[in-house]
């Protein structure tokens, strides 16, 4: 498939400047993603974006020119447009305009795979769009498809609102059914007492590599944004042999669509149904610190903010000078490297002692099952075996919930 010419339309905000270059860097790495080649970049100091055009006049018609003089195919705005401005900066341009919401959104239409995921997608879409209809559809209708377009925006949303609105109830009732088949597995999940780790990060921060290290997944790993779409769960162990589900979940990025949040919110659920979260950074990134501020409050935004979080600063072998985690408890780490993924795991164990219950118990030689299940189930610190007594001592950590605690910790010793 041919590239498209893409043109950047910016504000920037004089009290923002110095974020600015990574949002603009951000938005080529989305634009290149979805298959198009920045060719330009224009921008425009402005306090706030112009009600009606989103930059003046001038710096329209300097982008006229330049569309008309090199063919570009495609403006993309650094911001999310109203249908207003939309509609007049298509208008003026006559040219397919898009902005970052919708960029992102055509992103996720291509990398969804799972049901679940596609129609997760196509209600953001649809949802995104209804308001829109009056400045998209002639360009749409004329112009076919290229980047934005992808998904339900094929199809010709300007002739009928009805029947998007029919479709986003169509959508809504088979995502529900979708959603409540997995809430049927986590609750499965959850009978079985499994302990479960949730992956989460900034786009692009190795959460999959990391996935692909410690389980024998081969999930997409590739150096591009939202290379992750839908989540993949698998089971793994511990260095002490506790055994325990982890999920790799979809890269947050700062600025993603509300509708994108809220229709993914059975997706991201994977995290607050969680037990322990690793939250990867890229530490190498000269604006990691935003970053981690965007994921943090998206977790706040989906009351997954305290469950117990190890913060790991990856690729360290890209950092330059000396690294100051901001996030306490941290590891920092290369996942390219050897034992990159083992320093991590054995931080996960260092904070379950912390939050864990400590047990001291002896378990008889002939109860082979028990002691499997202390294996799996807890962290062991002790395993050993005592002639005289023909039965093990063990010592380790329990989670206070699970089952297990109430026969490793008698009532008395508790209440002490």
């Known amino acids: 498939m041919d590239k498209e010419n893409v043109l950047i339309l910016a504000m920037i905000d004089p009290s923002r400047k110095e974020r600015f270059h990574y949002s603009i860097n951000e938005l080529k790495a989305l634009a290149n993603t979805a298959g198009g080649v920045v060719r330009h970049v224009l921008t425009q100091q402005l306090e706030s974006p ?11 018609s300097e982008a006229k020119t330049l569309i008309d003089q090199e063919e570009l195919d495609l403006v993309i705005i650094n911001d999310e447009l109203s249908p207003t401005q939309l509609r007049n900066i298509t208008n003026e341009l006559e040219v397919r305009v898009i902005d970052r919401s ?19 997608v196509e209600l953001a879409q649809l949802q995104y769009l209804l308001p829109r209809l009056a400045g998209q559809g002639t360009e749409m209708s004329r112009l ?3 980047i934005g377009t992808r998904g339900p925006g094929e199809t010709k949303l300007e002739t009928d609102r009805r029947h998007i609105r029919r479709r986003i109830t169509d959508v809504k009732k088979r995502l529900q059914q979708v959603v409540e088949h997995r809430n049927q597995y986590r609750e499965r999940r959850k009978e079985n007492k499994a302990f479960q780790l949730a992956i989460v990060g900034y786009t692009n921060a190795g959460k999959t590599t990391f996935f692909n290290k410690i389980t024998t997944a081969q999930a997409l790993q590739e150096n591009q944004l939202f290379a992750t779409l839908d989540p993949l769960t698998r089971q793994t162990r511990l260095p002490s042999g506790l055994q325990v589900l982890i999920s790799d979940t979809v890269g947050f990025i700062q600025h993603l669509p509300t509708t994108l949040i809220a229709a993914f919110r059975s997706t991201l659920e994977e995290v607050t149904e969680a037990d322990f979260i690793i939250h990867v950074v890229d530490g190498s990134h000269p604006d990691h610190e935003n970053h981690e501020k965007t994921v943090l409050s998206l977790l706040k935004e989906l009351d997954a903010d305290g469950i117990p979080r190890l913060t790991v600063y990856n690729k360290q072998d890209k950092m330059t000078g000396p690294f100051t985690p901001t996030e306490r408890p941290s590891v920092t780490t290369s996942f390219l490297e050897e034992e990159g993924h083992n320093s991590v795991l054995a931080a996960v164990e260092s904070v379950l002692r912390e939050v864990w219950e400590p047990y001291h118990t002896y378990v008889s030689a002939h109860e ?7 294996e799996v189930n807890t962290l062991i610190d002790v395993r050993e075996f005592v002639e005289e007594k023909d039965s093990y001592i063990v010592r380790g950590y329990v989670d206070p919930a699970h089952p297990l605690r109430d026969k490793l910790i008698p009532k008395e010793s508790r209440d002490e």
């Open 102 to 120: 919708q960029l992102i959104l055509d992103i996720f239409a291509y990398r969804a795979k799972t049901k679940e995921g596609k129609l997760q």
């Open 50 to 60: 112009h009600a009606g055009h989103y930059l003046g006049s001038g710096k329209l």
């Open 368 to 374: 082979g099952k028990f002691l499997k299940l202390l």
């Open 144 to 146: 076919g498809g290229g």
